[in-house]
């Protein structure tokens, strides 16, 4: 017999959800919005993401820095400049923690882990370019970390795989401006 277009063929498998989850989902309340669908890969993802937030913080100290010492005759544009991505990247810490905290983790923003941890490395450059090349050098390794954390979670984390999509973008946007800066 041949399926017509209302029903479907034999070998078609259909939606459906997992009733086993949904069941699971209904207790351990106290996990908040960590189901067991979240299984092994939740510390794997929360220590990630604390070494996502080390870089991320790392950034904005080194753009805070550069922005108040810069100088020369093209340093205040470029300097605001910095000044706008180091609240861009503190805004990304805050998402970081965010997250970490609704995954039932906790956010290390100690001082004296932030340089292990931290993908990017902090910057004293005094000339302009070499504080553009630092920056740059950084953007480019934010963007690479988080192109291979969203590789890495896939599908096991969706929430946390679309925040870093939206700051892959930022980073990228960034490293974008950097660039045109060099040679200025």
């Known amino acids: 017999m041949k399926a017509n277009a209302s029903t479907p063929a034999k070998d078609h498998q259909h939606l459906v959800l997992d009733q086993k989850g949904l069941d699971a989902a209904a207790k351990s309340l106290d996990d908040g919005a960590v189901t067991p669908a979240y299984g092994p890969w939740r510390d794997d993802i ?54 970490i905290v609704q995954l039932g983790g906790e956010p290390d923003f100690a001082p004296e882990h932030l340089r292990e941890r931290s993908h990017a490395g902090y910057d004293e450059s005094t000339d302009l370019q070499a504080m553009v090349r630092a920056n740059l050098v950084a953007e480019r390794i ?21 925040m870093l999509e939206d700051i892959l973008s930022d980073e990228e946007e960034h490293a974008d401006e950097l660039k045109d800066w060099l040679g200025h």
């Open 46 to 99: 929360v220590k990630l993401l604390n070494d996502a937030l080390a870089t991320e913080l790392v950034c904005v100290l080194r753009y805070k820095r550069h922005y108040f010492t810069a100088n020369g005759v093209e340093s205040p544009a470029i300097a605001d400049e910095f000044l706008v991505h180091a609240n861009e990247e503190s805004a990304h810490a805050d998402r970081i923690a965010e997250r």
């Open 142 to 162: 934010a963007v690479e970390s988080c192109r291979q954390m969203i590789n890495l979670i896939g599908d096991k984390d969706p929430t946390t795989r679309r």
